[in-house]
């Protein structure tokens, strides 16, 4: 006995295999950075994935550690509707009274960010988040900011080391990104690891694999006649 499968190509296979899949699997690299070069700006440099210019102060340096002063280095980016952002980073601070800062920010401005956008601030004691309000003790230095576009009011929510900081924030009114990247307020510390993906949203998933199952009735009815 036939089965939809004997009709359904590989690689279409292969496609309902990763749709399957967890999200992580179907996830689109947007930006990467490795902190792996010398004592020089990060500014005016190229990301390592996705081909961005970073731009603004001279925070941080591209072997990661923060080189003083107060401000925003970043890349361009504006969010579309419809997917879901995942921005991730491991940040280490020993500085106490300082803070290093990561998220999707409305500016390249002296700090960036408002208390409307996204922002995971990392201290020498923990993180605290933006715009749920409240902080979490450290219990990791890789931090996730996801941004969820895929209904009309967006939705945002932050962890450390995959545990959820405080709650899901859905926003009334949308915040304004056009950077992603760091803020800092000059103090020492370091980031080691940056990347921003995107996923599409489920009903995308659900369109593919409708498409997919016609192509492979239709084929099947070839057959039978």
Excluded: C
């Excluded at 970043?74 to 509707?81: G, I």
């Excluded at 749920?132 to 009011?153: K, P």
């Excluded at 800092?184 to 199952?213: C, H, I, K, R, W």
């Amino acid at each position: 006995m036939k089965t939809i499968a004997t009709y359904i190509p590989a690689a279409a296979l292969g496609t309902l295999l990763l749709i399957g899949g967890t999200n992580k699997a179907s996830a689109v690299t947007i930006y990467s950075q490795t902190f792996t070069g010398g004592t020089g700006a990060l500014v005016s440099t190229t990301s390592t994935t996705g081909g961005g210019t970073w731009a603004g102060d001279n925070i941080i340096n591209r072997n990661g550690l923060l080189a003083g002063g107060w401000g925003a280095a970043s890349l361009a980016f504006t969010p579309t509707s419809g997917l879901v952002y995942e921005l991730t980073a491991n940040i280490s601070d020993q500085y106490w009274g300082s803070w290093i800062g990561v998220g999707f920010l409305p500016d390249n401005s002296l700090y960036g960010w408002s208390p409307n956008n996204p922002v995971a601030l990392r201290t020498a004691t923990g993180w605290g988040i933006s715009p749920q309000g409240g902080s979490a003790n450290l219990t990791s230095n890789n931090v996730t900011i996801r941004l969820d576009t895929t209904l009309a009011n967006w939705t945002t929510s932050i962890y450390q080391g995959g545990t959820q900081i405080g709650s899901t924030h859905t926003y009334t009114t949308n915040p304004t990104i056009t950077r992603v990247g760091f803020v800092s307020d000059g103090s020492g510390g370091q980031v080691n690891a940056f990347q921003l993906t995107a996923v599409p949203e489920p009903s995308t998933y659900a369109m593919v694999l409708g498409g997919l199952l016609n192509l492979s009735l239709i084929r099947r009815r070839r057959v039978q006649a």
